[in-house]
């Protein structure tokens, strides 16, 4: 029965993605209306997180964000299960790439980078960078256990213009696979998830004590390979534009905690100028850091 389900569940996935936008926009508006009125879905986390984050902000600041969030998350879902069945021209129409040139750049040096970026605005739709760089471009997931029918829909979303997909736990040894391989990488990390408790790297952000990933510093100093932030601007609805900027050029040069620090520096900027658009709904501070822990001064 619970194979027959995910089935179905992906199926109706593969129909929605057919529809044209304004379909898609006025099933994202019944959805924010369930999510937010009849479900209320982690409204309590999202409350937490914000009034956490932006402690000077008024009640009544806090709640026009978390509406202007759940109508954006409404969005975005749809959004994710319509690129499945994006033409190139609707995806040229809806998202554009900038700083292309950095990829450029250091494909003809023959160096691999590290992209840093973010669960801010649309990150479902990055795949389709693919069709405009050189370098094999190499997106890390998380997996979706409990329904492989969903993870393999998702999966040939994002591959369809000759990305990969690479799960978390193989992100470290395919940065120094593509290290040393006659075709570049660019390996695309969202850093800002949850790292697990036992996290070593504790540093202030958006007013909280904050753990990250150390993957990022770590590969960035295994292979050197230049660290660049990849930043989503959402400029209409179902409208993006994708900016790339240049972090570190030279992990050997720069302390380990720098990588992360000038990541988590920027983070904290794209979301206090666009707050409504970050996966609020997300635990992001479900954990206390350590007593044996050190705190990274900024």
């Not at 590969?219 to 989503?232: E, F, G, R, S, Y």
């Not at 720069?254 to 100028?273: D, N, T």
Request: hydrophobic share 40%; proline share 5%.
């Amino acid at each position: 029965m619970s194979s027959f389900l995910d089935r179905f569940v992906v199926l109706l996935c593969k129909l929605t993605a057919r529809l044209p936008f304004w379909v898609i926009w006025g099933m994202a508006d019944v959805f924010y209306v369930l999510l937010f009125y009849v479900v209320r879905y982690r409204r309590k986390v999202v409350h937490e997180n914000l009034t956490r984050s932006f402690p000077e902000k008024s009640p009544e600041e806090i709640r026009k964000i978390t509406k202007k969030f759940y109508h954006h998350l409404s969005d975005l879902g749809l959004e994710t299960i319509k690129f499945n069945q994006m033409t190139e021209k609707q995806i040229d129409e809806r998202l554009k790439v900038h700083n292309l040139d950095i990829f450029e750049e250091y494909y003809n040096q023959g160096k691999s980078i590290v992209l840093l970026g973010q669960h801010h605005n649309n990150w479902e739709w990055s795949g389709s960078i693919q069709r405009y760089i050189k370098a094999q471009y190499l997106v890390v997931y998380n997996p979706v256990r409990k329904n492989k029918e969903l993870e393999k829909f998702i999966l040939q979303s994002r591959e369809r213009f000759g990305a990969k997909s690479i799960p978390v736990n193989h992100s470290v040894r395919t940065a120094l696979e593509f290290n040393n391989a006659k075709r570049p990488g660019a390996l695309i990390l969202a850093a800002d998830q949850t790292p697990p408790a036992n996290s070593q790297f504790w540093t202030t952000f958006l007013n909280q004590e904050t753990a990250f990933f150390a993957g990022p510093m770590k590969i960035a100093i295994k292979t050197n390979q230049p660290v660049v932030l990849h930043h989503t601007r959402k400029v209409g609805r179902s409208k993006y534009e994708v900016f790339h900027y240049k972090l570190i050029e030279n992990p050997a040069e720069v302390k380990p905690e720098e990588i992360l620090m000038a990541y988590v520096l920027k983070l904290e900027e794209i979301i206090q100028s666009e707050p409504e658009y970050w996966l609020w709904s997300h635990r992001r501070w479900k954990h206390k850091r350590p007593a044996h822990i050190s705190l990274y001064e900024r």
